[in-house]
């Protein structure tokens, strides 16, 4: 087995000179300033012939179109790589990019174009900030993310040299379950626990960080991946360009190990994960747009501070930084080569399905919201949002008529003793431990939100009790197919590790 090697790269994210249209609430949000940079992360892994680059960048989430322009333009710029075996996944920052593909008229999803649909006649949606010339429009961000990202893999590539390095374990508390269960059966998003009707978190957490370390062959560290169950979205709701929790991790990393070193953080399964503990609830320092959030009477607790600002962003990137330092300090076993074998699956899943009565339904309350609304001066994105569940189930049924299947590119690795598996999902904890379980191999690493966008896949016992994340207008896959998912991978994995 020939020596391995690694090479890292990493691009900046931020458009010179301009304001940035930010991803990942109902309400329209324009960047007013850079708190932390944002960035695309490469990693490229080459042994016996087999190759990998993995690419963490600071985004909502990597569309089809945007991940086809990545591979497309590396193509013209570097040779010697398969563009397929580009993996770009993302951090899920929600003060980032929002991006439309070039041509499109705009970056609306499939739901607030049919809301519009909807609007009485004279009436239209207004948004909560205009875009002017000083901001970038959504079709030119897919345009300068992908070449950046782009860039950032062809450097990783041709940066690659012999190296050394360690898969480790860490421990930091980061996610927890954002999903309330109720006395009725039902369960909401961000869903108020004190009321005697609630009864139980719906799900876990895994407070657990799966490390790989990289060497030059001096044993000089040069970089370290990292692989949260949780998404970037502690300032989920601001309103300037920021790299979350990530982005106070690598800075920590760096005053501590090394100005040079890398940090490639993947989010796993974490569909129903968050960095805010809905037990010990702490309100937001500074209002937010946001209803779902709004607690009538909220409690002082003594507790995490609020997860919906700065203080605590710090404290979670400390949190992560201080265990990576601690996991690096105890590192006794380093390795220079290892048994690289990557697959790339396109698999078919079961397109989950909107039922005539479902369709109906929406229909209904949608022309029932409209009309008792029929003399508000205009629609905005509070509209949106409380009728997003019945315009995505409208839109699932138009497409349903087209296509029963979704198909989703997965990526299978054997590194060494890791396995990595990817998915273009927000997946459900509970799918990712299934295969985390099962699988032969001593780590497992799972990335969601990468190869695409899918939404969320939730597990049927979300899928009961309701409520954002698990409506059917929620993501394009159920728990049926999240089930294959899981055998599929576990099989592919096993079979490598036979």
């Not at 012999?162 to 269960?181: D, I, K, T």
């Not at 590194?415 to 997946?427: I, K, M, R």
């Not at 994340?469 to 991978?489: M, P």
């Amino acid at each position: 087995m020939s020596k391995i090697k690694i090479g890292w790269a990493e691009e900046t994210l931020v458009p010179e000179g301009l304001k940035v249209n930010l991803r990942g609430q109902f309400f329209e949000r324009i960047s007013e300033y850079v708190e932390s940079e944002i960035t695309a992360t490469a990693m490229a892994v080459e042994s016996d012939g087999e190759q990998m680059i993995i690419v963490s960048s600071d985004m909502t989430s990597i569309e089809d179109f945007l991940l086809n322009m990545i591979r497309e333009k590396f193509a013209k710029i570097c040779t010697g790589f398969d563009p397929k075996k580009i993996i770009v996944a993302a951090t899920h920052t929600h003060t980032s990019h929002t991006c439309a593909k070039p041509g499109a008229n705009s970056g609306f999803s499939k739901a607030r174009q049919i809301l519009d649909e909807f609007l009485p006649e004279g009436k239209a949606y207004q948004t909560l900030v205009t875009a002017d010339d000083s901001v970038m429009k959504p079709e030119d961000a897919s345009v300068f993310v992908s070449s950046q990202i782009a860039l950032a893999a062809k450097k990783a590539w041709e940066n690659r040299t012999e190296a050394l390095y360690a898969n480790e374990f860490g421990r930091a508390a980061v996610g927890m379950c954002r999903r309330a269960s109720y006395t009725d059966g039902s369960a909401q998003m961000w869903g108020d626990t004190d009321t005697a009707a609630f009864d139980a978190l719906e799900g876990g957490n895994d407070s657990g960080i799966e490390l790989i370390y990289t060497f030059d062959t001096n044993k000089k560290l040069t970089g370290v991946v990292a692989n949260i169950a949780c998404p970037a979205q502690i300032l989920e709701q601001r309103s300037f360009i920021s790299a979350d929790f990530w982005g106070r991790a690598k800075a920590n990393i760096r005053e501590k190990l090394g100005k040079d070193v890398y940090l490639l953080g993947l989010c796993g399964a974490a569909g129903d994960q968050c960095p805010r503990d809905l037990v010990r609830w702490v309100n937001p320092e500074t209002p937010i747009d946001d209803p779902n959030v709004k607690r009538p009477y909220p409690k002082t607790r003594k507790a995490d501070p609020s997860m919906y600002d700065i203080s605590g962003c710090n404290r979670v990137g400390k949190r992560i930084a201080n265990e990576i330092v601690s996991v690096y300090e105890e590192i006794e076993e380093y390795k220079d080569s290892a048994k690289l074998v990557h697959m790339v699956l396109d698999l078919d899943l079961p397109l989950r399905k909107a039922t005539i009565s479902d369709y109906n339904n929406a229909v209904r309350e949608l022309e029932y919201y409209v009309n008792k609304n029929k003399d508000k001066e205009h629609f905005d994105f509070e509209d949106n949002a409380k009728m997003h569940v019945h315009t995505g189930t409208i839109a699932r049924f138009r497409e349903q008529q087209f296509s029963e299947i979704f198909t989703v590119e997965t990526h299978i690795i054997r590194f060494g003793d890791v396995a990595f598996s990817t998915n273009p999902f927000e997946l459900f904890l509970d799918f990712g431990n299934r295969i985390k379980a099962r699988s032969n191999s001593k780590q497992t690493f799972i990335v969601q939100l990468c190869g695409g966008s899918a939404g969320y896949l939730p597990t049927e016992k979300a899928e009961k009790a309701g409520h954002y994340s698990a409506y059917i207008s929620s993501g394009y896959v159920g728990h049926e197919g999240g089930d294959l998912f899981v055998r599929k991978t576990v099989s592919e994995i096993n079979k490598m590790f036979e």
